[in-house]
């Protein structure tokens, strides 16, 4: 069977848009305002509780998109590839605590790359339900192997651990500023390799799987390859995400921390944000983080506490899946296509 060139696998995917120097330049303006703007304005709560929470559901809806979106296989199994990533660079940093901080998270995510790897191994047989329900066997083997098995908290005596000090370079990261630039930065170099990458040969390759996998093997597009690849690429970024989780979001590893409702919620992010879609996961991540808070805020002010916090979190579940039912239904590409809409209309109606 004769392989396909790279113009030919282009034919799958959109053509990629021509750089413009001026957004680049806006870009670089706002990320550096972003970096260093946002330390100098915002508290500890905003840091802690909002800021630091959303870019770490960013990134592991980024890495789920990578795996669903762009190369279209479906997987419940985030929860536990997130446990992965922080297990292994909490041992890293442990037993090898000459490790600088950033190879130990980037080590992290290889292992959970490979684990990943590994239950993407499935995905060569199985597709669709099937591979849904391989993958929560995967979220549920891991859970319970961390749980299991002591070695992997040290023999702590309770399933919470502390998380080791985070530093670099002999700089103290622990404190809110110091976590949240450690995150930010994180976050957006991997971000910018999944641009890269999704704009690449890889990255077409994963799209021709997604939008019709038994005609790309047809015509000689690596199938198998491309799903495996797809498969590592996304645990890993998933790992680096539960890295960060545990060590600059909670301060502690437990794999509680990562069990199937986990899975469920970076799932709603890019449902919610749009699946294929960089943007979305961002999207996804702040209407999930920010919802519940501007909910408790409107009914707090309105109600006068008549509502318990039971009830309250009850109607924020049960608004989330009709919003989720309404997005899959109306508008499957998510906010991120809302978002394209409302920025087209606006330049049709600015223009003379």
């Not at 790897?117 to 597709?127: D, P, Q, T």
């Not at 519940?292 to 608004?319: C, M, R, T, Y």
Request: hydrophobic content about 55%; cysteine-free.
């Amino acid at each position: 069977m004769t392989s396909i060139s790279s113009a030919e696998v282009a034919d799958f995917a959109p053509a990629r848009a021509p750089g413009r120097p001026g957004v680049s330049i806006g870009f670089a303006i706002a990320a550096l305002a972003v970096f260093a703007g946002v330390p100098l304005v915002a508290n500890d709560y905003w840091l802690n509780a909002i800021l630091i929470p959303f870019l770490i559901l960013s990134l592991a809806g980024l890495g789920l998109n990578l795996l669903m979106g762009y190369a279209g296989q479906a997987s419940l199994g985030t929860g536990g590839f997130m446990s992965v990533g922080a297990y292994a660079t909490y041992n890293l940093l442990l037993r090898l605590p000459e490790l600088p901080l950033p190879v130990s998270l980037l080590l992290g995510g290889v292992s959970a790359g490979l684990v990943g790897l590994v239950a993407g191994l499935l995905s060569l047989r199985i597709k669709g339900f099937y591979l849904v329900a391989s993958t929560l066997a995967t979220q549920f083997f891991l859970e319970w192997l961390f749980n299991q098995y002591g070695w992997f908290s040290n023999y702590s005596t309770s399933s919470s651990i502390s998380a080791p000090r985070l530093a670099i370079l002999g700089h103290d990261l622990s404190g809110p500023v110091g976590r949240y630039l450690l995150t930010l930065s994180t976050v957006a170099i991997v971000t910018a390799v999944a641009i890269r990458l999704v704009q690449s040969q890889t990255g077409r390759t994963w799209m021709a799987i997604r939008d019709m996998d038994t005609a790309a093997s047809v015509i000689g597009i690596p199938v198998a390859s491309g799903k495996l690849k797809a498969f590592f690429v996304s645990s890993l970024v998933i790992g680096i995400a539960g890295a960060l989780w545990a060590f600059a979001y909670l301060g502690t590893v437990d794999a509680r921390s990562f069990n199937l409702d986990r899975s469920f919620e970076v799932m709603f992010i890019i449902i919610l944000g749009g699946m294929g879609s960089i943007v979305g996961n961002y999207l996804g991540a702040a209407f999930m983080i920010l919802l519940p808070i501007l909910l408790d805020h409107v009914v707090s002010g309105s109600l006068g506490g008549a509502i318990d916090a039971g009830q309250l979190e009850n109607f924020q579940k049960a608004l989330f899946g009709g919003l989720i039912i309404w997005f899959l239904i109306k508008e499957p590409n998510g906010l991120a296509a809302l978002l394209s809409r409302g920025r087209q209309w606006l330049t049709r109606r600015a223009a003379p």
